[in-house]
């Protein structure tokens, strides 16, 4: 028996899949595009709603992972285009434009990242926590805009989609399908982790961290663990955002983009497994509806989350498959 | 005889807030196989102490000794794992999890692996079955699957009881297990712990006194932050400053 939240996120799944297959039967290209840009976005948005819905932590910093993981694609694949080693002494390092390397740097990169940020950051809570987050990320949106070597505040371009082996990275269609099998990947991932040891020590953090130190847990070392995983897919995520746009500026690290993750999470339920899918798509379809209408969209934007917030308390995945059962 | 060594022992510890004394040079222990109840009237530092020796409040002086270990600079955790099973006045239970939920993250705490990310919690034999066995000794097993918000004080308490079991410790610091309990459930959590001190001593903090001189092998009344006296419940019933400054107190009232 599926349950009705599960039957809705295969439903949503598989929507997100055919949208842009018809998309490509009728020849809009452009749709397909919007597709991949909603798929990399939810991905940005499971990885902070690991640290925000399992954990709790209402990180307001998590741009700094997406812009880490756009860096990294900017970096590696701006080398590789002008054939020049990022590093030649002690030893060569060179660029590259192999998806799947810079896949595994811009991980790595944010993981460390988040295990720096989240090591100071995890020490305080609530108010301060968000503020620390935000200044985290502010800092390395400053240090973008002045990085003059990799464009600064112009930011970086590519001049060519990088590679994926087997595979034509500039058919749209094909790129779309990379960033939907991650998606899904990290989906199925996000909700194993959801129910495992680790998903219940740290979901009881949440509720009552006295708890969890009563049964001889330290509520610090799962949250750390959440922030670095959460860290790492939204990095993976701006490696993946950058490649779309073969552009990577500091507004990536900007805390607009923290704050736009976290709204794909509000609006589609928070701690809800395809929540930032529904945020995602929501957001774009938004954008490109209402942008057409005014700029000023995200007015309607605001008052979406306004009334989620208000009276949906599980987004809209919680207005639709009801208050999550607990699983068994 | 057995060991005796105290499994708890708390020497000369003191407290204050400002120029409250909330603890003032508290001693007592705890010794294997007994029930040593703390009474005290409301304000009494019963609560003080009990955070102190659970670790979640740092002593101004003296020391607190678990299996004659020196566990003063320890926090919650580590004392947690040493086999100190504490069970809360003002329940802490994580309540969106169900009632089952909450004796697994027992097993998981006693395991002490929680960095496990892909096998599924609930389908773990080794952990359901010490969980699940602890709701049975509370009686709470038909309430496995229910919401732990939707339970009534009384079956909180009982939960509380049975995710400290999970954790097999070595000694239960009980705050008030009784609180909340209608007559019968009282009296069933009585018995209860009457048999559960052969496994693991307790120091039992309680208001229900029919409960305390049923059960408690020993008494400690606090008054003030300091234990005016230590003894048995005949002892404690004739002791004329504990009857002055405490029990007198609801008599008169």
């Known amino acids: ?328 | 005889m057995t060991d005796m060594t105290p499994v708890l022992k708390v020497e000369g510890i003191s407290k204050s807030f400002g120029a409250l004394k909330a603890s003032d040079n508290v001693s007592l222990d705890l010794r294997p196989g007994e029930i040593h109840a703390l009474i005290g009237p409301n304000g009494a530092g019963k609560s003080t102490l009990i955070k102190q020796i659970s670790g979640s409040l740092k002593p101004d002086s003296g020391r607190i000794e678990v299996l004659g270990r020196d566990v003063t600079d320890l926090d919650t955790v580590a004392r947690a794992r040493l086999g100190l099973g504490r069970t809360f006045q003002i329940s802490s239970l994580a309540m969106e999890f169900t009632v089952l939920q909450n004796v697994v993250l027992g097993a998981l705490g006693a395991r002490g692996r929680a960095f496990s990310f892909l096998r599924n919690v609930m389908k773990d034999k080794a952990l359901l079955e010490p969980a699940q066995r602890a709701l049975e000794r509370v009686g709470l097993q038909d309430e496995a699957q229910r919401r732990t918000a939707d339970l009534s004080h009384g079956q909180r308490r009982q939960l509380e009881v049975a995710v400290a079991l999970t954790l097999q410790p070595k000694l239960f610091l009980m705050d008030e297990p009784m609180a909340g309990l209608g007559a019968s459930g009282s009296k069933a959590l009585t018995g209860f712990l009457d048999e559960l001190r052969h496994e693991a001593p307790i120091l039992l903090v309680e208001h229900d006194m029919d409960a305390v001189f049923a059960l408690a092998d020993r008494i400690s009344v606090l008054v003030y932050g300091a234990v005016i006296a230590t003894g048995t419940a005949d002892e404690i019933r004739a002791n004329a400053e504990v009857r002055r400054a405490y029990l007198g107190e609801e008599d008169a009232a």
């Open chain 1, 1 to 328: 028996m599926l349950t009705r939240e599960t039957t809705l996120n295969i439903a949503l799944a598989a929507a997100l899949l055919a949208v842009p297959l018809l998309a490509l039967a009728m020849d809009e290209i452009f749709i397909i595009t919007l597709a991949t840009k909603v798929a990399i976005l939810a991905l940005a948005g499971v990885g902070l709603n690991i640290a925000l819905g399992i954990g709790g932590l209402v990180s307001l910093g998590h741009a700094a992972f997406f812009g880490i993981g756009g860096y990294a694609m900017g970096i590696l694949a701006a080398h590789a285009q002008n054939y020049e080693p990022i590093l030649e002494a002690p030893f060569l390092i060179e660029g590259t434009n192999q998806m799947p390397i810079i896949w595994l740097v811009a991980i790595v990169a944010s993981a460390l990242a988040a295990l720096v940020i989240g090591a100071l950051s995890l020490r305080t809570s609530g108010v301060y926590f968000i503020m620390i987050t935000l200044a985290f990320g502010q800092m390395l949106y400053y240090f973008a805009i002045s990085w003059s070597a990799y464009g600064g505040e112009d930011g970086q371009s590519i001049w060519v989609r990088n590679e994926f082996p087997g595979l034509n990275t500039l058919d749209p269609i094909q790129f779309f399908l990379i960033a939907y099998v991650i998606l899904c990947v990290v989906l199925v991932f996000s909700a194993r982790l959801a129910r495992s040891p680790f998903g219940l020590a740290l979901a009881a953090a949440r509720q009552s961290e006295e708890r969890v130190m009563t049964v001889g847990l330290t509520p610090f070392h799962l949250r750390l663990v959440a922030f670095v995983i959460s860290g790492a897919i939204t990095g993976l995520a701006g490696a993946l955002y950058a490649d779309l746009n073969r552009f990577v500026s500091p507004t990536m690290l900007s805390w607009h983009t923290s704050g736009e993750i976290m709204v794909f999470v509000i609006i589609g339920g928070v701690g809800r497994l395809f929540g930032p899918v529904v945020g995602a798509a929501v957001f774009i379809l938004l954008e490109h509806i209402l942008g057409g209408f005014s700029e000023y969209w995200q007015i309607f934007l605001g008052l979406l989350l306004l009334l989620m917030v208000l009276f949906a308390r599980g987004g809209l995945i919680g207005a639709i498959a009801g208050r999550e059962v607990a699983h068994d």
